[in-house]
């Protein structure tokens, strides 16, 4: 799948409303499926069939569709191998959430995830989600291996994010946005990160505070390449997502 600058204008100027929906962690019963980790498979609805991404831990849910324009966030449960979740999902570059979903199915042996799903309210069709777990989502991650810049220019406007050696982060972009955070390794061979950003501009995002997850990729889209970043954060009111390459360029922003 190939990232056109359209693309990344859409998802670089996501401010979204936030229906509400709590984050809750799945059942912490030893027989539960661990459903942790990064997946890619596709949707299907009345309205088409898309490919979609996932991330998922600990209860949250992100998911989401740059070939459909997509995007999706919420919770899930898991008793054994049965999978429940509650997302709202928007349309990337909308002005509000299109509908709330309830979805059920099965995760096989944690390797993959098949839902049927119906919208509880809003404006969206039934349909099923099918994806199964790639073999990047097993890297074991270390702060080391995380730390880098990673940017882009978009029609000449430069988004950069710099990820320090303990995990903290500052970035921004040349109109004036400036944000910082922490990204945390919540457990070994597993390569999902989970993020705390704060817009210290106040101009970046619809919220001031924000949380989600990441994921590092070498193979989501072509501008990513060997080496990139996928993030998902979302607040009270708003919603975030970005696909950054690394770069080897010297970061140059100071957030003191």
């Not at 404006?123 to 702060?143: A, C, F, K, Q, W």
């Not at 004036?176 to 919540?186: D, K, Y």
């Not at 597993?190 to 817009?199: H, K």
């Amino acid at each position: 799948m190939t990232l056109t600058v359209r693309d990344f204008l859409l998802v670089f100027f996501l401010f979204l409303p936030l229906a509400g929906c709590n984050s809750s962690s799945s059942d912490d019963s030893s027989t539960n499926v661990d459903v942790s980790g990064f997946y890619t498979g596709i949707s299907s609805d009345e309205f088409g069939t898309r490919t979609f991404e996932v991330l998922a831990y600990d209860g949250e849910l992100k998911a989401f569709s740059l070939e459909g324009g997509l995007l999706y966030d919420g919770s899930y449960w898991v008793s054994g191998e049965d999978v429940t979740t509650d997302v709202v999902g928007w349309e990337i570059g909308g002005t509000r959430p299109f509908a709330r979903f309830e979805g059920s199915g099965t995760a096989s042996g944690g390797n993959e995830i098949n839902l049927t799903f119906s919208p509880i309210s809003g404006d969206g069709g039934t349909g099923s989600l099918s994806v199964e777990r790639v073999p990047e989502s097993s890297i074991n991650l270390t702060n080391e291996a995380i730390a880098g810049v990673y940017s882009y220019t978009v029609e000449g406007v430069l988004f950069e994010l710099v990820i320090n050696v303990d995990g903290s982060f500052q970035g921004g972009d040349s109109l004036g946005c400036a944000f910082r955070g922490q990204m945390t390794i919540p457990e070994r061979d597993l390569n999902i990160l989970q993020v705390e950003s704060e817009d210290i501009s106040g101009v970046c995002f619809g919220d001031r505070e924000m949380s989600g997850l990441a994921v590092m990729t070498t193979n989501l889209t072509d501008q990513v390449g060997l080496d990139g970043i996928v993030f998902v954060v979302s607040g009270a009111t708003s919603i975030f997502l970005d696909v950054i390459p690394r770069t080897t360029d010297v970061g140059n922003f100071d957030m003191d």
